[in-house]
């Protein structure tokens, strides 16, 4: 027994089947809930009575004792500690010298004179590439 199904009734089915299927990917179903970033959550150390009760609060501006944050720690773990300057990097400190005390009041002085390269710079950094066979220089006047 054969059972004939019209266009339109196909139509309507597939219709109706493309409709199931799309409302699959609606945004507010079962798996998509707001949930916390578990590496956004940092563990606290336990709590320890101090065996000497006659601690004082730190001073203004001391460094608290271990303060020291996850990422901190996790970077620590990475990268290991400070690395010892290299020879180059040495010999370039020394030849600098020291910086002069007031240096960072110094540059924000009217009376500091600077170099203005934005123009120069863009003007290089926007410029076509090519193999460099056209390139032309010019002196400015």
């Known amino acids: 027994m054969r059972i004939e199904i019209s266009t339109r009734a ?28 578990e ?21 203004e501006g001391e460094p608290r004792p271990a303060s020291s944050t996850l990422q901190e720690e996790a970077l620590e773990a990475l990268f290991g500690g400070s690395a010892p300057r290299s ?13 002069a005390p007031g240096i960072r009041s110094s540059v924000g ?19 076509p590439e090519s193999d460099g066979e056209a390139a032309r220089t010019s002196v400015g006047s």
Not at 22 to 31: I, R
Not at 87 to 99: I, N, T
């Open 10 to 37: 196909r139509a309507l089915i597939f219709a109706t089947g493309c409709a199931t299927l799309l409302s699959a990917c609606g945004g507010n179903g079962l798996f998509n809930r707001e949930r916390p970033d």
């Open 87 to 99: 020879v180059l990097e040495r010999d370039a400190v020394s030849r600098a010298g020291p910086a």
């Open 109 to 127: 002085d009217m009376d500091t004179h600077t170099v203005a390269k934005g123009r120069v710079t863009r003007d290089i950094l926007l410029a």
């Open 39 to 59: 590496f956004a959550v940092q563990r606290q150390t336990p709590l320890v009575v101090p065996p000497d009760f006659s601690l004082t609060p730190p001073r």
